[in-house]
């Protein structure tokens, strides 16, 4: 298996994100062009930034893509592969299937000693203990999957 090649792999779509842009936008456009003849000249930068801003956003955190392969784990946000973490799989003590409270929301948050990376709020994740006391949070909507493929390049590796 050469560098790149991956064991496992989950491609997970942000959907309250995507929806948030979407209800943006067409706020945006009743703002910008409350009128049935269109967009005014004045109004056209202000909708275009508008329309920038949201796209951005869902370009570099509209998914997130969570990886296995055969000495790390790696995940990011988005469709640009940026911004993107990993974990050398000889730093993972054990794993752990959780599920996340909704009001913890979704996104990338946490400390130092306590990562967190979801789309899905209230949705199942998998926690990887790391050996130094730190742990990282990844949603999954099937973690036994993930803690599978983890395992099996641990095994191997």
């Known amino acids: 298996m050469n560098a790149t090649a991956h064991s496992y792999r989950l491609t997970q779509t942000y959907v309250l994100l995507w929806v948030a842009g979407l209800a943006i936008v067409v706020l945006g456009l009743f703002v910008f062009a409350p009128g049935v003849t269109g967009v005014s000249a004045q109004a056209l930068p202000g909708l275009l930034l508008l ?42 003590a054990g794993t752990q299937v959780v599920r996340t409270r909704f009001v913890r929301g979704a996104g990338i948050r946490g400390s130092l000693h306590h990562r967190f990376y979801t789309v899905s709020p209230g949705g199942l994740a998998l926690c990887l203990h790391l050996h130094d006391g730190r742990t990282v949070t990844l949603g999954t909507p099937d973690p036994q999957a993930l803690a599978a493929a983890i395992d099996a390049q641990r095994r191997m590796g």
């Open 51 to 92: 329309v920038a801003c949201v796209g951005g956003a869902l370009l570099c955190l509209g998914r997130m893509v969570v990886e296995v392969h055969a000495r790390e784990v790696r995940w990011h946000f988005g469709y640009v592969g940026w911004p993107a973490w990993s974990q050398p799989l000889a730093e993972v």
